[in-house]
Each structure stands twice: as structure tokens, then as C-alpha cells.
């Protein structure tokens, strides 16, 4: 990804630029690479706002939001993701779903389970009628998040969400969703006293990787092993 953009920094074309950043983002942003965000989200923006790219400029607030939230500066980020979301919404942008996932996702953090359902039950049916399932998995977790954060909690419908999300991302053969699944539902388990269910279900999937084991998907899996850890697997665990 850091090619492509050195090559459309080089070629000095702006619109390529502006359309290449938002699939750089969700690379970073997936490994957790903060900086390399914010660092190609501001001049996304400025570019985007310099060549009249009305709805790309949409596209970039949403992300700087996003990235504050990760930030945790909730306030400002929840603020500025929520408005983009209303404006791209407003124009018929059909990737508006993708965004909605993580406002639900910081919703459900900050103690609005109910709000957070309703914004990403709205994501997974317009996902479903565009037939764009490659985030199903993803949004099925966050479905999950919100269940278990709304005024009355409902684990057994996170859990099957989890379950279902597990099991799409099987199907599609997209093993870091699928990891990002198990995370959630093992950490479910754990809280319901089912440990050794949820290593069990965990460890293979982690085992499946061969690289990228500084990214914060793998990080947790490895730590959330660690505390679950029986006996016979610590040497695994501790890897």
C-alpha cells in the first residue's frame, strides 16, 4: 500500500491520489498503524477539498473521525463521523454501510447499546439488499459489541451473531475476519466461565498464521490465549 502511494505521489495526480487513500486507510487502520493514518487522511482532505471532490472529502472526515476514536477523543470523533455519515447518506453514497460500523462500534463503547444496534442492524440490511457481504463477518461482531452494551443485554443473541460471523468468515476464506471473530466470541466464553471451550476454539485459529504477528489483531489473540492458558498449552500460550 505504501508503494501505491509513493507511485501516485510520483505521478502527481491528484484525483488517483484521492481515490487510492481510503483503500490505504482500511489497510493501516486494520494493523493499527495510527500515524500512517492521520498522516495520509489530512492531506487526503486538504486534496480532496482543493479539487472540488465533494463526496471524497465526505470519505475523509469520515476516516479522521474514525481515527480519533481510536484516539479516543471521543467527543470530536463521534461528532465527525456522525456528520459525514448524515451528508454521504443524504447523496445515496452506497459505502455509507462500512461507515456505520464503526460509529456503531463507538456507540457501543461509550455506553449507547441501543443506538449502536439500531446504527448497525441499518448497516447489515443495506449491505445485504447492495449484496456487499465482504464486511458481514466484521459487522456481525459489532452486532454482537452492541447487544451485549444496550439498556437490556442479550448474550445469547451476541453469542449466535458471533457464531454467525465465525462461520461466514470461513465460507468466504477470509481468515483475519475470521480471527477477529473468534476473538469475540472466546471472550464472550470467558465470561461466561467456558475457558477451556473458548482456547479450544481460539488456538487454531491463530495457528493458522504465518506473518503479521505485530498487528493488533493477532497481539490480542496471543494475549487473550495467555489468560486463557490451561495447563497443557502455557508453552503455546506463551509464544
Same mark, same amino acid.
Given at each position: 500500500?505504501?508503494?501505491?502511494?509513493?507511485?501516485?505521489?510520483? *505521478?502527481? @495526480?491528484?484525483?488517483?491520489?484521492?481515490?487510492?487513500?481510503?483503500?490505504?486507510? &482500511?489497510?493501516? !487502520?486494520?494493523? &493499527?498503524?495510527?500515524? %500512517?493514518?492521520?498522516? @495520509?487522511?489530512?492531506?487526503?482532505?486538504?486534496?480532496?477539498?482543493?479539487?472540488?471532490?465533494?463526496?471524497?472529502?465526505?470519505?475523509?472526515?469520515?476516516?479522521?473521525?474514525?481515527?480519533?476514536?481510536?484516539?479516543?477523543?471521543?467527543?470530536?470523533?463521534?461528532?465527525?463521523?456522525?456528520?459525514?455519515?448524515?451528508?454521504? @447518506?443524504?447523496?445515496? !453514497?452506497?459505502?455509507?454501510?462500512? !461507515?456505520?460500523?464503526?460509529?456503531?462500534?463507538?456507540?457501543?463503547?461509550? &455506553?449507547?447499546? %441501543?443506538? *449502536?444496534? %439500531?446504527?448497525?442492524?441499518?448497516?447489515?440490511?443495506? #449491505?445485504?439488499?447492495?449484496?456487499?457481504?465482504?464486511?458481514?463477518? %466484521?459487522?456481525?461482531?459489532?452486532?454482537?459489541?452492541?447487544?451485549?452494551?444496550?439498556?437490556?443485554?442479550?448474550?445469547?443473541?451476541?453469542?449466535?451473531?458471533?457464531?454467525? #460471523?465465525?462461520?461466514?468468515?470461513?465460507?468466504?476464506?477470509?481468515?483475519? $475476519?475470521?480471527?477477529?471473530?473468534?476473538?469475540?466470541? #472466546?471472550?464472550?466464553? =470467558?465470561? &461466561?466461565?467456558?475457558?477451556?471451550?473458548? $482456547?479450544?476454539?481460539? #488456538?487454531?485459529? $491463530?495457528? =493458522?498464521?504465518?506473518?503479521? !504477528?505485530?498487528?493488533? +489483531?493477532?497481539? *490480542?489473540?496471543?494475549?487473550?490465549?495467555?489468560?486463557?492458558?490451561?495447563?497443557?498449552?502455557? +508453552?503455546?500460550?506463551?509464544?
Amino acid at each position: 500500500m505504501r508503494r501505491a502511494i509513493s507511485d501516485v505521489i510520483a *505521478a502527481n @495526480h491528484p484525483v488517483m491520489f484521492c481515490r487510492a487513500l481510503p483503500w490505504a486507510f &482500511g489497510v493501516f !487502520f486494520w494493523n &493499527g498503524d495510527l500515524e %500512517d493514518c492521520e498522516e @495520509h487522511i489530512d492531506r487526503f482532505v486538504v486534496e480532496a477539498r482543493r479539487h472540488n471532490l465533494a463526496i471524497l472529502q465526505l470519505v475523509g472526515e469520515a476516516m479522521k473521525g474514525i481515527t480519533l476514536l481510536a484516539r479516543n477523543e471521543t467527543g470530536v470523533g463521534l461528532a465527525m463521523l456522525k456528520g459525514s455519515i448524515e451528508k454521504l @447518506h443524504s447523496l445515496c !453514497f452506497g459505502a455509507v454501510a462500512g !461507515f456505520r460500523m464503526p460509529l456503531a462500534d463507538a456507540l457501543a463503547a461509550t &455506553g449507547h447499546g %441501543d443506538e *449502536a444496534l %439500531d446504527t448497525i442492524d441499518q448497516a447489515i440490511a443495506q #449491505a445485504q439488499h447492495c449484496n456487499f457481504m465482504m464486511d458481514m463477518p %466484521d459487522m456481525l461482531c459489532t452486532r454482537a459489541k452492541a447487544l451485549m452494551r444496550k439498556s437490556n443485554p442479550d448474550l445469547s443473541q451476541a453469542e449466535l451473531s458471533l457464531i454467525r #460471523a465465525l462461520d461466514l468468515a470461513r465460507h468466504q476464506g477470509a481468515l483475519g $475476519y475470521e480471527l477477529r471473530a473468534a476473538i469475540a466470541l #472466546a471472550r464472550l466464553w =470467558q465470561r &461466561g466461565d467456558r475457558r477451556r471451550e473458548a $482456547y479450544d476454539m481460539l #488456538a487454531p485459529v $491463530y495457528q =493458522q498464521f504465518t506473518e503479521g !504477528f505485530q498487528t493488533r +489483531s493477532l497481539v *490480542a489473540a496471543r494475549g487473550l490465549l495467555a489468560e486463557l492458558n490451561p495447563p497443557r498449552s502455557r +508453552s503455546f500460550a506463551a509464544k
